[in-house]
Structures are given as C-alpha cells and as structure tokens.
C-alpha cells in the first residue's frame, strides 16, 4: 500500500526458550497450519481468506507444504527463510534487530511479539493497560529421526486414507497399542517427572494445546478419543484394529524428520525418551528435538482494543497475533495480515472497516474485540462457532456438513466483498 515500514525484531540478539533461529515466522511448535478445506473447515476457511488478500504467510506456506492428508504442513526451516528473504528484500521495509522494551508513545505501531513478548515490554503493556495480562501455559511435541521407526511395527497411512494423492493418503506414520500396551503407557506417564512452575505461576492451559500427561488426567481414556484414536486406520501387518494409535506427521520435505502429533508434554527430557520408547515403534527412537514448555502471555483484548485493534488506552498501537488472544499460527498471522491492512489504510486517509462477521477473519476479530467475556477471556481457534447462525435459505438447518457449506459460501461472498471495497 506504499506505507514504509520498519520491522522490530529482538532475535536473535535476544532468545527465546523457544525459538532456535533468527528468522521471521518461525513455527516453534507443530508445523502445520492445520485443515486446508475451505468448503467445511473454519481453518481452511481462513486459509482462504487470507490467499485471496494475498497474505506474505500462506503464500510462504503453500510454496513450502508438505503432505498431511487434507493438513497444510510446511517443511518449517525453508518456510520461515523465504518469509525473511521476502521481507529483507522488500524495499519499504527496513529491519532493526533489537529489542524493544517499551510501549512508544508517538508513531504508529503494531505489536505482534507473540506468546514469548520479552519481559522489559511485558511489563510496559502492563503498565499502560493498567492489569495483569493473562498467562498460559503452552507445550512443544517431540520430534522424531524417521529412520529410527520400526517400520515392521508401524505403518504409512491417512485417517481413513485421506488426500487427492498417495503421498497424502500415506502421510502420516501410525504406531499402534493393544490394551496392555495403552494402559502401561498411562501409568507410565502419569508417574513421569514432570516441569514444575516458578512461585505466582498457574497452569491455565489452552484446551487446544494440552500437554499429553494433562489430557491423562482427566481420564485414562481420554487420549483414545483425542491424538491417539484407532478410528479409520488398518493395521497392514496385521489385519487387527488397534486398541489406540500414536501418530506421527512429517516435519520436513526431506521427510527425515516427523513430529508426534498432539503430543505436547511438560515430562522432564529423561522421562520423555523413557516413555516415549515406550510406544511400539518408537523403542528404539532418536529424538531430534524433546518436548518443552513455555508460558505463553496474552492481552484481555475485549477491554483493551477497539474494532480496528487499537489500544484503547494509546490508539497509535495497535495489537496482532497470539498476543491478542487467538490461538494458532494461522488465526495469529490472519489477525497480523488485518493489523497491517488496518494500520497502512489509516496512514494513507482512508478508513478500512472491519471483514463482516460472516467471514472467519470478521469472526475472530469480532470476537477478540467485543463478543468474548473479558472475564473469562481464553484464547480462542477460529471454528463456526464464532459465527452469525446461518438462515434457512443457506442451510441453516441441515445436517453439519451441508451447514458449515452455508458458512463457507456466505463467507467467501462477503469476503470477497469486503475486499472490492
């Protein structure tokens, strides 16, 4: 839009716990970006949306995808690069590589710095907010050496052999348990040492996210209706329906590397290879990476930032990503892609309304910005859920599939739309 820009980053003169590298948009966590289907998912809607507002994230994530069975995984190291070379070689964009440690009082300014904002910064968006932002915890999965799989025990295959091609339908690597093996594997888990929190900390955990051992507690059958279901896999080797399966998703487009899917853990590095072995498969497994835990921080969006995502308090900054209250690389990047839009459009004279709220980014804004209750205020994923009800007319009531059919055809209209505007 010709707005020049200077972009702040403390990395990797400052660290994290998390990140690894120097490079913009590096993916900590999982690396993918979840459901690609824009006509039934609210993920995948988003998706959408944001390549029709040619967004720098998803076009970077479509370039770099790795096969997932309907999944948008990208091969993570090459991703975050072409983000940073795009960016670099941008000629309205200069890059500063320090830390910022205060809220700026003149300028116009977006803060996006995520889950993991340094604590010189943290402190002054709590200063300037006047409360305690929020903290939660949020957990790593482990990532696993391909080659130490046993694949004489374990298989290739999609849940339900999902994808348009064979490399999507064997995208995922299953390792499965009889019940003997499953419920060792609770115990085992549940007795692991696990992290312990600093004094004043709690462990308020995004559902979407819990670490592996928490999802135990709360049922020793609760990992068999969640990361570890048996439903739509085959067992090739055996004919014999398992009585719960591990998966394994591929990290990288060498495919050397894969991650164990729904897997976050706060199990100390030592109990993690031990029970982790455990799984069959995986006995005699190299980890490239263990599971880890860091606290994530967010703003109570619905009492600090306006429509438009401005600050209440200081309407010269403005607020995206995870730091908002979304939760997810895609929700957070989509608030950025709108934060940016928003920002730039002020600065050249005009005034950008919001996406409508029958669209997915119209929809989590909506929500951060208003339609939550900042009492209860968690991060939330983008789902239908967040949506205006649909009308007879668009399959209001129909069954789920043809329903969430109605919010994605209304949606992409309205979105459309929006941008024509």
């Given at each position: 839009m010709g707005?020049?820009?200077?972009?702040?980053?403390m990395r990797p003169h400052v660290g994290t716990f998390a990140h690894r590298t120097g490079s913009f948009a590096e993916m900590v966590c999982s690396n993918s970006f979840r459901s690609d289907d824009d006509e039934r998912n609210a993920v995948g809607l988003l998706h959408w949306e944001m390549r029709a507002a040619n967004g720098l994230i998803l076009d970077a994530a479509t370039r770099h995808r790795l096969p997932a069975?309907?999944?948008?995984?990208?091969?993570?190291?090459?991703?975050?690069?072409?983000v940073t070379e795009r960016l670099r070689a941008h000629p309205l964009v200069e890059v500063s590589l320090a830390e910022v440690t205060e809220l700026p009082t003149t300028g116009d300014w977006i803060i996006a710095t995520g889950p993991l904002t340094s604590g010189a910064l943290a402190d002054s968006i709590r200063a300037v907010t006047g409360a305690e932002h929020l903290a939660f915890f949020d957990a790593i999965a482990p990532i696993v050496h391909a080659d130490t799989i046993d694949m004489s025990i374990a298989w290739r295959q999609s849940r339900y052999d999902k994808g348009d091609t064979e490399e999507e339908r064997t995208a995922y690597i299953n390792c499965p348990m009889d019940k003997a093996q499953y419920e060792a594997f609770i115990d085992a888990m549940l007795a692991a040492d696990k992290t312990t929190f600093h004094e004043g900390e709690t462990a308020?955990?995004?559902?979407?996210?819990?670490?592996v051992e928490v999802m135990a507690e709360r049922g020793r059958e609760t990992l068999r209706f969640g990361p570890m279901k048996p439903v739509g896999l085959t067992n090739p080797h055996?004919?014999?329906?398992a009585h719960a399966v591990v998966q394994l998703r591929r990290d990288n487009a060498l495919g050397t590397l894969y991650n164990i899917v729904g897997f976050q853990t706060k199990m100390k590095h030592g109990a993690q290879t031990s029970v982790f072995r455990m799984i069959p498969g995986l006995q005699d497994a190299s980890f490239a990476r263990l599971g880890g835990i860091h606290r994530n921080t967010f703003i109570n969006s619905p009492t600090?930032?306006?429509?438009?995502?401005?600050l209440r308090p200081r309407p010269n900054i403005r607020f995206a990503g995870q730091i908002t209250g979304v939760e997810g690389y895609v929700e957070s990047a989509a608030m950025g892609l709108l934060a940016g839009r928003m920002a730039a459009a002020e600065i050249v004279g005009t005034d950008l309304p919001p996406p409508p709220r029958e669209t997915a980014m119209g929809a989590l804004l909506a929500h951060i910005t208003g339609d939550a209750d900042a009492k209860t205020f968690q991060p939330m994923n983008v789902n239908f859920g967040l949506f205006p009800p649909l009308d007879d007319a668009r399959g209001g009531r129909k069954g789920r599939k043809d329903r969430y059919k109605g919010y994605t055809d209304r949606a992409k209209e309205a979105f459309t739309a929006w941008l024509a505007a």
């Open positions: 707005v020049p820009v200077v972009l702040h980053e069975g309907g999944a948008l995984a990208v091969d993570r190291d090459p991703f975050a690069e072409y308020g955990y995004f559902d979407g996210c819990l670490p055996t004919g014999i329906k600090l930032l306006d429509h438009r995502m401005r």
